[in-house]
């Protein structure tokens, strides 16, 4: 499915020249916009997805005031300087524009998530969630203008081009450097988290290792070694500690009997269960609960 951004704003003042033009790649949406601006433009923005506002070209002596509060008085960009703005996810802005005529600029809205998956790690939350509003970078203004010409190509290039593009974009925007090389055949930390989730999730039923596979983008080889790699244990084996640590916070528990506690953890019966817990434990599961409840 396409990735849609969502945003919601109460404008006023401006003019689309010629449509939208807009392209999709991987969880990235790049809006090229033409506006005309009356005496006053502006309003309030709030979207769902991180975006990215780079003001390419513009016509007139002013240029977009930003703030942060509906009352604030807000900070002007510099008529050289200062035509990139990130802004968070859910953050709330005020834009004030007099004195311009035209403008042109470009919006990129991404998925953080799908980003992570793309980039094979995870994103500093910190990263994400700190706006830098009205700076400037020749590297990403040169990059922006690729993206432009892309978009307003009437025979586009293969979608590699724009996609290469935006990526590298979004990374020299929020400074994203190479990760230290994890250990051999080991899992990305997003696939190692989203893996382990899913059997916590699930480890009273029988977990095929298809489905992780799948979950992860690997082979079902590929990631029973991976999987061992990063945690030591098998996938079988680490689903059967998750069932046997929800076992023990049940036992901890009061007004459940250990048939129903080795049913409701998947276990066949409770001589299963009893040997299970007394191989990995050390002991039995009545034990446990008496030494437990002393």
């Known amino acids: 499915m396409t990735f849609q951004p969502r945003m919601q704003n109460a404008i006023e003042g401006f003019s689309v020249v010629g449509g939208l033009r807009r392209r999709n790649w991987s969880g990235i949406t790049a809006d090229l916009w033409d506006v005309e601006c009356g005496s006053y433009a502006g309003g309030h923005y709030v979207a769902r997805d991180p975006r990215l506002f780079i003001l390419l070209d513009h016509l007139g002596?002013?240029?977009?005031?930003?703030?942060?509060?509906?009352?604030?008085?807000?900070?002007?960009?510099?008529?050289?300087?200062?035509?990139?703005?990130?802004?968070?996810?859910?953050?709330?802005?005020?834009?004030?524009?007099?004195?311009?005529q035209t403008m042109r600029h470009l919006d990129i809205h991404f998925d953080a998530g799908i980003l992570c998956q793309r980039l094979m790690e995870d994103i500093d939350p910190q990263k994400l969630e700190n706006p830098q509003l009205l700076f400037f970078d020749p590297r990403i203004m040169a990059l922006a203008q690729l993206i432009a010409a892309e978009i307003e190509n009437s025979a586009p290039l293969h979608d590699l081009y724009g996609d290469g593009l935006t990526i590298s974009l979004l990374i020299d925007v929020l400074k994203l450097a190479k990760t230290p090389v994890r250990r051999r055949g080991a899992l990305a930390s997003w696939q190692l988290r989203r893996a382990t989730e899913f059997i916590r999730d699930n480890c009273a039923r029988n977990i095929r290792l298809q489905e992780l596979a799948e979950l992860t983008g690997l082979s079902q080889s590929h990631f029973s070694h991976s999987f061992k790699a990063s945690t030591g244990a098998s996938p079988h084996e680490w689903q059967m500690n998750a069932r046997l640590e929800r076992a023990k916070g049940l036992i901890g528990g009061e007004g459940q009997t250990l048939t129903s506690i080795a049913a409701e953890t998947g276990f066949s019966d409770q001589a299963h269960f009893t040997r299970v817990f007394r191989k990995h434990v050390g002991t039995t599961p009545a034990r446990w609960q008496r030494l437990r409840c002393r």
Do not use: F, H
């Open 61 to 100: 002596r002013g240029r977009p005031s930003v703030k942060r509060e509906a009352t604030a008085a807000g900070t002007p960009q510099d008529r050289r300087t200062s035509p990139i703005s990130y802004i968070p996810a859910e953050m709330e802005l005020w834009v004030d524009i007099r004195e311009v």
